[in-house]
DNA sequence: TTTAGTAAG
């Protein structure tokens, strides 16, 4: 068979005769030159050599222009070919040279490329071709916030790099490695990278870590910046490379002493931002007003609406509906409008909705309909509609924010940042030119908005980070070199919460239950939890309990169907409480064989419990890696076992039953009800609870009864009487510890 | 008598 490609080839490099005259030069060398220039030898070839960390754009080029791919010693296929020519027009091509240069000549970069630049693809191979970790042994790593985003982005690169996933090119998420030996480019999510350097401390195993997005700044990602700064220092063969779309980039200099920043333009069209000319007083109102404006008056193009909640987001599109009816009844000639809900608790096959295509004319020569996808802020950073041309930005997004005084997190409907808005924006010029749609006015936007979201680790509980830190060998917290450090008080609490767990002794190191608990992919509280649960004998309940803890509510609930929906949940009620209820939800979904229709007809979200059962299988490894016992309790034992087992891990967060009829929490006495989801219907005098939740009230959810006696008992470092506000439940406990010395004494005489 | 923005280990 004469193969095409290969034919032109040989007429392009051509030369017959000059191949000839080389192999007639000398008999030593004909068969090595033979090999270089016949390309039906050149499997014989042996790549070009780089020298790693001294490479030019056009040697690398050289190699990836050529037969031999330089990582597998195998022909580049055709797709390959196809695949290079498109990765030569991205943006952040052009910048190959100017990229290597500072490579070269520091040990860390910034690289700030706007959306469609290709940085996320493309860089970490530029790296590759020079660095060679292969020959180092060692590989780079690049990290993404989330774990679509490292699997798909490494699929990509083992294609555009033409290696099979998971060989030279791989990825590595919770609940999967995808990755061998061989591999030299590891994409990951930033979350995994903070795990594995609990292990490798100084990330020995990678020649070059690429951070990407940035920007984002997600808890792992702050922790990971931290870390990376200090390992630097000792590892000045480490090349750290910085990237994110937009970057409060003289922050970012700053604290990575004022590394260089390289700036790649993106690919996107021009968007048009108009503003409300005076503030809406009901940014409901004025966003559907805005819709049915844009559809009535502007060009065809798709809608994306941002609104903060599920609920919000469900009566939007209600009201949609109507007033598309109402259009459609008024005029034959406009297309329907069709609302699509998008957020991330949607069963998966109705968040696909937003890739349909819009609805067609209602007739020849008419207008065409028009999709108005109405999304929280997970179309903002985690998902992309191509088709956008219209974005509404009423200006608000729900945010978490941590009371460090209460020790409570809880959501706001909060004003959204000027970087939120821009990138708002920019998902109406992902095709063509767009208009955003803000409605709010100029002035508010440049005086009331601030410049950036602040970062997670500001707003958050930091229990299960400080564990962490600890185990990752910083002791020193107070001064960890954070790009923005959180509230004293916030690391105060997590210090307190910690000791008090026995994690950390008074001193503040680790204990050895510390460690232990460290190796859990969980809040604090749940690996205690679970540690207690094997001295108690109830592991394997204690798993699923925890495993169902860590996953979104599997409860459904459907507007129209709420009674059904309850009346479904009652057979798997019990008295004790809702963690037992939780528990015997997971042992049915396991008795019916994780069958689909089974968990439709029951209320049950099928997608949560699978995600509890992968949960579980990864903690029970765990669990036996480091020798804890996972064992099946005995029946008679069973629930007051797991009871024990949750006092052991959530002794802060009980609450009891005051004369009053009301319940007050431990210690701050704050006043707080049963939340009405719970089985609970008498109301026991001490309760422990999984979370608070703010709405109308202060609610205690998922809850479940215990004893007084177990509070003494397990936890006295905590309950102890010298220490402890004076209240109701004090003088509980006291009466409590009087008859028990009592009785005690008794049966000594 | 009623919540759930997003993501990660």
Redesign the pocket.
Known sequence: MIDNTRKRKWDDTGNMQNTIDKQQKSNDNSLNEAIETNPYLAHLRKPEKLISGKTTAAQAEKIENGEINPFTGRHFTQKYKDILQKRRNLPVHAHRDKFLELVHNNQMILLVGETGSGKTTQIPQFLVYDEQPQDKGKMIACTQ????AAMSVAKRVADEMDVNIGEEVGYS???EDCTSPKTILKYM????L??EAMTDPKLTRYSAIILDEAHER???TDILMGLIKKIAKNRKDLKIIIMSATLDSEKFQKYFNDAPLLKVPGRTFPVEIYYSPEAERNYLDAAIRTVIQIHTCEEPGDILLFL??????EDACRRLRDENNSLMKASTEIGELRPIPL???LPPALQQKIFDDPPPPRGPGKQPGRKVIVS???AET?LTIDGIVYVIDPGF????VYNPRIRIE??LVSPISKASAKQRAGRAGRTREGKCFRLYTEQSYIKDLNEQTYP?IMRSNLG?VVLQLKKLGIDDLVHFDFMDAPAPETLMRALELLNYLEALDDEGELTKTGEIMAEF???PQLCKMLIASSKYKCSEEVLSIVAML?V??V?I?PKDQ?DRA?EKRRQFEHDDGDHITLLKTFQAFKANHEDPNWCYNNYLNLRSLKSADNVRIQIENIMKRLRLDVVKSEDDKKFSSIRKSLTAGFFMQVAHLEKSGHYLTIKDNQVVFI???SCIMEKPEWVVYNEF?????N?M?TITKIKGEWLLDIAPQYYDMSNFPQCEARRALERIIKKHKLSSSHRRK
């Not at 999510?189 to 995994?192: A, E, K, N, V």
């Not at 903060?308 to 987001?313: A, K, M, Q, R, V």
């Not at 939740?693 to 009230?697: A, D, E, H």
């Open positions: 916030p989330r774990r679509v998420i919770r609940f999510t930033d979350g995994m903070l795990r997600t808890l792992a903060t909640g599920e609920e919000e987001i957020y991330s608790s929280t802020n997970i985690s997004s729900k945010q978490k809880s959501l997670e299960s992919p969980l809040d860590s979104p509510n409860y609930r709420k309850d939340h009405p989801s939740v703010l709405t109308t009230k609610y959810r």
